[in-house]
């Protein structure tokens, strides 16, 4: 039996995966990165690097940085998701086509 690659096989038919970093800003409060990274394990991808930095001391607001392998359609899917979690404010990704950068990561 063959492996499932993703949890949205159709998704990745036509498109190739490439590695991609996320950037989603949040409340710096009890429970989001367990919510945050557990979106990513519902759905069945990968968090190949995870770090998280309080970014606004007055606003309580943390950066949670992911790097992940996805297609740009599964990314953008991701994002969406993402943005409806409550203590989400923004979101960002961009490829990453360095090695060197997503290694250090």
């Known amino acids: 039996m063959k492996k499932q690659l993703s949890a949205y096989p159709e998704a990745t038919k036509n498109e190739q ?29 990968n968090i190949e690097s995870l770090a998280v930095a309080k970014v606004d001391e007055e ?24 943005l409806k979690l409550i203590p989400v404010y923004k979101v960002a990704s961009f490829p990453v086509d360095d090695k060197s950068i997503f290694r250090e990561l």
């Open 17 to 45: 995966l490439e590695r991609h970093i996320m950037v989603v800003w949040v409340d710096n409060e009890a429970g989001v990165l367990a919510r945050v990274s557990g979106l990513f394990s519902g759905r069945g991808y």
């Open 59 to 82: 606003k309580n607001i943390s950066r949670i940085t992911i790097a992940t392998n996805g297609t740009n359609s599964v990314i953008e899917q991701i994002k969406a998701q993402l």
